[in-house]
């Protein structure tokens, strides 16, 4: 985040969501005020894509998964992850390789609708527990 705080941040999520909340944690952590980050929210990854492709931001905040194609083709460079470790398949450090002290993990859930039966939560707890054991 060298140089002008103000340069144009993408991320796919609204304000406060993920995106938005590495983005400023990435400031604070190289020492910039998180309010003076310019961050842009784009609905989507294609929009997030056409904007960075097309110079409306500078970088973007988004998911290794979600421009996976573009990164193997050249089209996009990943600067760096937030992970704790790097990511399989893509040739970029970490933050703190790089020499910022920030960490960062998405969450995903797993949600279902009100009122689900006793049976349908046991048949998907098992499932994710049948996930959670397998390799993958």
Do not use: C, K
């Amino acid at each position: 985040m060298a140089g002008d705080p103000r340069t144009p941040v993408a991320g796919g999520s609204s304000a406060g969501g993920p995106d938005h909340r590495a983005a400023h944690l990435l400031a604070q952590a190289v020492g910039v005020d998180p309010r003076a980050v310019d961050y842009r929210t784009f609905d989507g990854g294609g929009d997030l894509l056409a904007a960075l492709l097309g110079g409306r931001a500078a970088f973007a905040v988004s998911s290794s998964g979600e421009f996976r194609e573009q990164i193997q083709a050249g089209q996009l460079r990943v600067l760096a992850v937030t992970s704790a470790r790097r990511v399989p398949g893509i040739d970029a450090p970490t933050l703190r390789e790089g020499g910022v002290d920030l960490e960062f993990a998405n969450w995903r859930g797993l949600v279902a609708p009100p009122g689900i039966s006793p049976a349908d939560r046991q048949a998907l707890t098992a499932m994710v527990d049948a996930l959670h054991r397998s390799p993958g």
